[in-house]
């Protein structure tokens, strides 16, 4: 049974960072494409990073770039998104998401709210 299960978020000020984490079971996440989206309030969800399963490329939102980074230990199953220099546009739910053999599996995402 596949699952993904994001843990990290939370309450931060504006400059703070965070490092959420997505632990993923019933696969292998090195052979998956392993996405964080983000969802605000009355906004659509977005993309902000990918991580490929061959050669882990990775790319961002321009709105992240320098600021977050994709990574993944295959030794733990888990990918990360480490996120720096976190701003009041970066509050929002974000959701790991694993497309792998033309399935595609959600987790139940991580409140980030960036305040003051």
């Known amino acids: 049974q596949v699952q993904l299960v994001e843990s990290g978020g939370g309450l931060v000020q504006p400059g703070g960072s965070l490092r959420l984490s997505c632990a993923a079971s019933g696969f292998t996440v090195s052979s998956a494409i392993m996405t964080w989206y983000r969802q605000a309030p009355g906004k659509e969800r977005e993309l902000v990073a990918r991580?490929?399963?061959?050669?882990?490329?990775?790319n961002y939102a321009d709105s992240v770039k320098g600021r977050f980074t994709i990574s993944r230990d295959n030794a733990k199953n888990t990918v990360y998104l480490q996120m720096y220099s976190l701003n009041f546009e970066d509050t929002a739910v974000y959701y790991c998401n694993a497309v792998r053999s033309w399935s595609t599996f959600w987790g139940q995402g991580t409140q980030v709210t960036v305040s003051s």
């Open positions: 991580i490929t399963s061959i050669g882990g490329t990775t």
